[in-house]
């Protein structure tokens, strides 16, 4: 199947994986590429992608791009491609309620260590888009702390962090895990469309579209959408109980004591 790219795609540069070898060649076995995607959603999850590199892969498959800059019908034609070409690769979700009780860096967090709890082999470099580590805490040791012991989650260390802005348009490794993140999430939105079909989430992805504010202002907001933000159309969330905790304190202290499980751990 040909997939003609769009405008934007056919203008940028391909990336390449200049800086993933030059890690390699400095010491490192084994290279991650990580990106999020669903950060400025309205409603479902938050998902972080991982693909892993090392010092045999090839090139990576013509036409990959960030996803941001693919037709989602190019996105679905190179997803199975970058998923053979990945050593290893692996999406984690965090979902709308936890969003809601951690806030969006420490979301970011969980779905980024899910991911990286799903891989059969565990990188030591990581390549970050932006110019923030959100994958790594000051208060946390060990970025898999909390998963050490759990069945199928090796302790491993947390591996080295370097953050790289616009690394999903540069670096190989960040836009293959930028198009397996989309992809995931897109299909994901798409089932949960079926329960809702009112918001179309299956065109909009759970973004602010002309229709998901309207289906907001006649429907409201359901279990799905991120209620702690301030939802267009809608009041301001409903204040917590008089001396209650905060529910992003008391969800991160949980989870930082090994308390809270992190269920859901997926792999697309």
Known sequence: ???????????????????????????????????????????????????????????????LRDSKLLTPAAREVLAPKVRRWAVAWAVGHAEPAEIDAV???????????????????????????????????????????????????????????????????TCAAVAGASVLAKTTRDAEMARRHEQFPHYGWAGNKGYSAPDHLEALSVHGSCEQHRRSWRLPGLVVPTPRAEGAPAPQDALADLVLDGVASLPDVRKA
Not at 21 to 28: D, E, I, P, T
Not at 128 to 151: K, T, V
């Open 1 to 63: 199947m040909s997939v003609r790219p769009t405008r934007t795609s056919s203008s940028a540069p391909a990336p390449s994986l200049r800086l993933e070898r030059q890690l390699l060649r400095s010491g490192h076995t084994l290279v991650a590429g990580v990106d999020e995607v669903g950060r400025g959603a309205l409603a479902g999850p938050v998902s972080v992608g991982v693909l892993v590199v090392d010092a045999t892969t090839r090139t990576a498959p013509p036409g």
């Open 103 to 169: 806030g969006i860096v420490a979301a970011l967090r969980l779905a980024g260590r899910r991911a990286l709890a799903e891989l059969p082999l565990a990188p030591d470099v990581v390549i970050l888009d932006g110019n923030h580590d959100y994958l790594s805490d000051p208060r946390e040791p060990s970025l898999l702390d909390d998963l050490d012991g759990a069945p199928g989650h090796p302790a491993w260390g947390a591996p080295v962090v370097t953050t790289r802005v616009k690394a999903d348009v």
